[in-house]
């Protein structure tokens, strides 16, 4: 497959924390560290999720500051509208300006009992109102043993892209569910390796366009210790970042890989 250059993306899940307020005042801190640091977002594109609660603010924010952050969402429902108590539709999440949406999140498939179905649905859903999926696929522990590397990654990518219209835009993010939170992150080289599988799927099901273009985030873990090393692997895109995305000084010292991988 001919090399594409793909823009990464380094992007922020702050899970259930922050309420609104303190949502706007880490945006600033951010963003103030960012341009102290003369970011440029065309090189790296950066990304904040925020709970739902705290959307608004923020986007009010990034509109009134003209920040070059995207908003992301942190779930969506299947469903474009209708009697479903506590979901939050695409369509709204499109108003709000929402560049991007998680889907398939470990800890929705293992907490809330989403199934490959669901988190496909999600994904068409999404897409279908202008906002970009992130479809997150990884392997617990006992997969990993069981099926090897890649195979249930590979297998979840694929159950989601049966429900996806074939120009549908998607960003992938592989999240070993067996190092989220435990400080222990996957090597550089194993998260290459499942990224390439998921590349050679991707190459498969949607063609070399789709494969080049499409880009792949590294979640589990992630710090500006070792983040360096992912972003040298030519199949990882980015990064999915979780704990060390709420803490503005380090979040920013992630966003700034390539002074770690240039050696600038």
Partial sequence: MPQVERTPLIAGNWK??????????????????????????????????????????????LAADKLSLKLGAQ????????????????????????????????????????????????????????VIPVICVGETAEDLAEHGAAAIPVAQLEAALAELPKDAEFVLAYEPVWAIGSGQAATPE?????????REAL?????????????????????????????RQPNVDGALVGGASLKSDEFSRIIQFKKHVTGA
């Fill in 16 to 61: 259930m924390n922050l309420d609104h307020l303190q949502a706007i005042a880490f945006v600033q801190k951010l963003s103030w560290a960012l341009k102290d640091a003369r970011h440029d977002y065309a090189e790296v594109e950066v990304a904040v999720f925020p709970p739902f609660t705290d959307l608004r603010s923020v986007q009010t924010l």
């Fill in 190 to 198: 194993q998260a290459e390796t499942v990224a390439r599988a998921l």
């Fill in 203 to 231: 190459l498969r099901a949607r063609g070399e366009e789709t494969a080049g273009a499409t880009r792949i985030l590294y979640g589990g873990s992630v710090t500006s210790q070792n983040i360096a090393g992912f972003m």
């Fill in 75 to 130: 779930d969506v429902s299947p469903h474009e509208s209708g009697a479903y108590t506590g979901d939050i539709s695409a369509h709204f999440l499109a108003k709000l300006e929402t560049a991007y949406v998680i889907v398939g999140h470990s800890e929705r498939r293992h907490g809330h009992g989403e199934d490959d179905a669901t988190v496909g649905a999600k994904a068409r859903a999404a897409a279908a109102a202008g």
